[in-house]
């Protein structure tokens, strides 16, 4: 029996080529159909940003084939929005382009030169209300009821770059307004940064609390805590209570 002949190596090589193009003509036909054209958009996770901003910015994408389309144009603008803390984009076929967004959530009011300007716990800009700051575009934000936000005063324009507080003085704020929040009520709380570093406290609009600068902030809360139930009744009578120094908190008394 005589062995059979093995073809050549070019033989293997040509018959690839011609699968291979025969394959790419039929995915492209198919890809090529009308039912892979864009047609719908959701969108989901738009609680403080307008949902027909960022349908408006996603409606060029309809009509587009889904597997073709160009997402860097959407993608670019939803970078751009400084409300977004991070986004998806995502296929539903047959013709249905997902978007999914991931918001900033308010974490309180800065006061800066009458512009009430609602800050994430990055210190991002949300949205600004009256003052110098709203000359930036703020239309399509709605961030509800500020009421509820503690708010921070003191600040001035040179605490602000790129639309956000300074690391630094951001920072200040979160530590401070989340150790807080553990005993006392967010929509409760006014502070007041002063240009030397030192922070002042009202809570509730009646007591004051000569907090000092921001380091120590821990220790300084937990003195805060104890002392709190202990003048429940009295703040009234309180003028203040410092406890720059947490090893020596003092309490005074109007008219003493």
């Known amino acids: ?47 403080i940003i307008a949902l027909k901003h960022v349908e408006k910015m996603a409606a060029p994408l309809i009509g587009e084939n889904i597997f073709l389309a160009d997402y860097s144009v959407l993608q670019g603008k939803l970078h751009g929005v400084r409300q977004l803390k991070d986004f998806g984009i995502f296929r539903k076929l047959p013709s249905t382009v997902v978007v999914k967004l991931i918001e900033r959530k308010p974490f309180a009011v800065v006061i800066i030169s009458g512009s009430s300007i609602i800050i994430d716990d990055e210190g991002r800009f949300l949205d600004v209300k009256g003052g110098r700051l709203e000359s930036g575009d703020y239309s399509f934000v709605s961030t509800g009821n500020i009421s509820d936000l ?28 989340s150790e807080l929040t553990r005993f006392l009520p967010q929509s409760k709380l006014q502070l007041e940064m002063n240009r030397g570093g030192d922070m002042n406290l009202l809570v ?26 202990v003048v429940r009744d009295r703040w009234g009578d309180i003028e203040y209570i410092d406890i720059r120094v947490s090893t020596n908190p003092v309490i005074k008394y109007k008219n003493t």
């Open 150 to 177: 503690p708010v921070i005063r003191g600040f001035v324009f040179s605490d602000v770059e790129n639309g956000a507080l300074r690391e630094d003085s951001s920072s200040a704020i979160r530590i401070t307004v």
């Open 1 to 47: 029996m005589r062995n059979r002949r093995r073809r050549p190596l070019s033989w293997y090589i040509i018959w690839f080529v011609i699968l291979f193009f025969l394959i790419a003509v039929v995915l492209s036909v198919i890809i090529s159909l009308p039912a892979w054209r864009i047609k719908n958009i959701s969108i989901s996770g738009a609680n």
């Open 204 to 229: 509730e609009d009646v007591l004051k609390v000569r907090f000092g600068r921001t380091s120590d902030v821990e220790a300084k809360l937990a003195v805060l805590e104890a002392m709190l139930p």
